[in-house]
């Protein structure tokens, strides 16, 4: 029953999320194209005036005027959306949690036989899903963007932070991103949850219930690390091992964090389920 909700909401996700991933695309193609095609590349630029007034306005200007007014056009296009494609996913991973479950179309899906904690496993998959992919393709907008040259730079770059960090770090690090990723959402569900508790004004206290929930765990977390890190801290240790050591207790967060959200979420809805 599981991999038919899953279904369900990634046929019902993805009108939204396909269509917002090609647009990127494009525009980062067009941008490629505006940036670097020998048509659009000009001696002059906004951003790299002539040094000498007289060749301010040299023959052919409006041409020069023209491509630039273009190029940043475009380019303000594409960082619009680049910023827009992570609200949006938020926004739908929220608005999907609150309409399906904890309004109107909430009456039909518990009627399903279905647990509480297959709804919330369901709708924290997906959402992981497509926040992955929308990294995805803003970091396969990127590499459209920039020369391969830079790439290639990067890419050293980063191989030689993880060669610094250790495979042991890099590989606490990658499980603590996905660890963190669904503690992330899972808090955004457990305060909507709270929320609903409520009769009046349900989405201003989930707001106040995110708020309170993201500063108690800070302090929490911040005092477990600082504690793990005093007593685990060596003299003479290499900062690599003293690195992974520190990872350790995030990890910890990590894992209960989600965990806690988790059953605390079922439960609600299991248990505290008011949707009126």
């Known amino acids: 029953m599981l991999a ?11 009108r939204w999320f396909l269509p917002l991933y090609a647009t990127m695309l494009i525009i980062a193609l067009i941008n490629r194209f505006t940036l670097y095609s020998p048509f659009m590349v000009t001696e002059y630029t906004f951003t790299n005036p002539p040094a000498d007034n007289s060749a301010a ?10 491509k630039g007014t273009v190029s940043s056009f475009l380019m303000a296009i594409y ?23 904890l309004g109107s179309e909430g009456y039909l899906m518990f009627t399903l ?12 998959i997906v959402s992981m899903i497509w926040c992955f992919l929308s990294l995805m393709v803003v970091f396969g907008s990127l590499c459209i ?5 830079e790439l290639a730079i ?15 770090a890099v590989v606490k690090i990658a499980i603590g991103s996905v660890l963190g990723f669904a503690s992330s959402i899972l808090q955004i569900y ?38 793990f890190t005093g007593l685990t801290y060596r003299p003479g240790i290499s900062a690599e091992l003293q690195i992974s050591r520190t990872l350790n207790p995030m990890l910890f967060i990590a894992v209960v964090s989600a965990a806690g959200f988790f059953i605390l979420t079922s439960y609600l809805l299991k248990r505290k389920l008011n949707l009126e």
């Not at 963007?145 to 040259?149: R, W």
């Open 4 to 14: 038919r909700l899953m279904k369900y909401e990634i046929k019902a996700t993805a």
């Open 57 to 66: 306005f040299p023959s052919g200007s409006f041409q020069l005027a023209v």
């Open 79 to 101: 960082v619009m959306m680049f910023i827009g494609i992570f609200a949006v996913t938020l926004i739908i991973v929220i608005q999907r949690f609150y309409k399906s479950l």
């Open 113 to 124: 036989p279905v647990e509480a904690w297959q709804h919330v496993l369901n709708k924290l």
């Open 145 to 149: 963007l920039v020369p391969k040259e």
């Open 154 to 168: 990067l890419a050293s770059d980063l191989k030689s932070i993880a060669d610094s960090l250790g495979t042991v």
């Open 190 to 227: 457990t305060a909507i949850s709270l929320g609903q508790l409520f009769n009046k004004h349900k989405l201003l206290i989930s707001f106040g219930m995110y708020i309170g929930i993201s500063s108690v765990l800070q302090f929490v977390s911040s005092l477990i690390i600082v504690i």
